[in-house]
């Protein structure tokens, strides 16, 4: 009984954003959220704040403003985008149908696919996260259905197929047959 006891308490210890969503569902039957506590709310009905996405939006903006010069450590800006060659923008779309928007990034070329370099999430415990980022070449794609193609340099040139999933903040892999296309899609510049 003692073990039971011990168990229960390592898995109910520790820090509230460490746990996985099935420990919320069980922690707030024990210790309830708080009602009057936004953040709380927030997390609990799976609301984020209306326009999560526009400071990371500003902060791209302002780095093609400032010429990179409010570059994070945390939240560093790729060679490629820093390259006056390239063009990227962005796209706000909710991928998994929850109705929280997710927020890509990508290149604005004449290529006949949008190639994307980072997709931000609202992670229901810590707030706007960068969830993929991808550089040196490599990209990832939207597919119909808002499948994500990511493409990557395993040895040879591989290509993964993903679907965001909002109630985990992660992105899986699925087996699709046949292959989905990559759409070319319109993004608002930075610039």
């Known amino acids: ?12 210890g520790g820090t509230y954003a460490a746990k996985p969503v099935w420990f919320y569902r069980i922690y707030n ?15 609990l009905n799976k ?6 996405y526009d400071e990371t939006i500003k902060y791209y903006k302002e780095g093609y403003a400032t010429n990179w010069a409010n570059e994070r450590g945390d939240l560093p800006f790729s060679e490629e985008m820093k390259d006056e060659k390239n063009t990227f923008g962005y796209l706000i779309r909710d991928l998994d149908g929850d109705g929280v928007e997710e927020l890509m990034i990508g290149l604005i ?13 609202w992670h229901f415990d810590m707030g706007a996260r960068r969830t993929w980022s991808t550089g040196d070449g490599h990209y ?3 597919c119909e259905d808002n499948i994500v193609r990511s493409d990557s340099w395993k040895g040879s040139e591989v290509s993964e197929y993903m679907k965001y999933n909002g109630e985990n903040n992660a992105m899986t ?6 292959e989905p296309t990559p759409q070319k899609i319109e993004l608002t510049p930075f610039k």
Do not use: C, H, N
Not at 1 to 9: D, H, K
Not at 173 to 178: A, I, K, L, T
């Open 1 to 12: 009984m003692a073990v039971v006891f011990l168990l229960l308490g390592a898995i109910l």
């Open 29 to 43: 039957i024990i210790d309830p959220p708080d009602p009057t506590d936004e953040a709380d709310m927030r997390r």
């Open 47 to 52: 609301v984020p704040p209306k326009d999560w």
């Open 109 to 121: 070329d004449d290529k006949p696919e949008t190639r994307f370099t980072e997709i931000y999430i």
């Open 140 to 142: 990832m794609y939207l």
């Open 173 to 178: 892999y699925v087996q699709v047959s046949p």
